[in-house]
């Protein structure tokens, strides 16, 4: 499956297994887990990081305003299907999201850099123009989902239907109905247990 750093900080949001939802980036450590865990995809929108350096409060709180309009927009493209049932009462309107995204991308101007060593394809990378880590990560990610708001994947954004599940995910082929087989099981077993309730 493709990584989509987009789809990740939207994940960060998911069923606890408890008939809840729980919030990966709820503190800073949670954070700093996450980008961890997600340095490599990271790295093109924001250069190297210093984890634990870039993880505190304000990052946090602004990764998650981010990850607001990320999930909002989410919604917005798996219309006319329903939105996740995480974000049912929380939505943006489609336009706050959008600005949030833009605002949030410019905060570090970036141009174009192009690379081309003997014996290799030419690459394409971006230069920041500000050092500040924070701004680099928070404004890397919203590029992220710029990218993929308006790429391809978008087109097969589904928000995940099983029971408790709030995921969305990328559909990789078309009878694709869940995020992960796990979902699908659990929408069976539910399936099964209301036919068997409407018997009785």
């Not at 954070?31 to 870039?54: C, K, Q, S």
Request: proline share 8%; hydrophobic share 40%.
């Amino acid at each position: 499956m493709e990584q989509h750093l987009a789809l990740a900080l939207a994940g960060t949001i998911r069923h606890d297994g408890n008939g809840g939802v729980a919030d990966d980036l709820d503190g800073v450590t949670g954070l700093a887990t996450w980008l961890r865990e997600n340095a490599t995809p990271l790295r093109p929108y924001a250069g190297d990081l210093d984890v634990p350096g870039v993880a505190d409060e304000r990052t946090r709180r602004e990764v998650v305003a981010l990850r607001r309009a990320v999930r909002s927009l989410f919604a917005q493209a798996v219309r006319p299907g329903p939105p996740s049932r995480a974000d049912s009462a929380s939505l943006l309107s489609p336009q706050e999201a959008v600005d949030r995204i833009n605002e949030t991308a410019a905060a570090v101007p970036v141009s174009p850099v192009l690379t081309w060593a003997p014996d290799a394809a030419p690459t394409l990378g971006w230069r920041g123009g500000a050092t500040d880590a924070r701004l680099r990560l928070v404004a890397g990610l919203a590029r992220a989902a710029a990218e993929f708001i308006t790429g391809p994947a978008r087109e097969r954004l589904r928000a995940c239907p099983a029971p408790r599940c709030v995921r969305y995910f990328v559909q990789e082929h078309p009878r694709q109905a869940w995020c992960k087989p796990s979902c699908g099981n659990r929408a069976r077993v539910a399936r099964h247990y209301q036919r068997q309730t409407a018997d009785r």
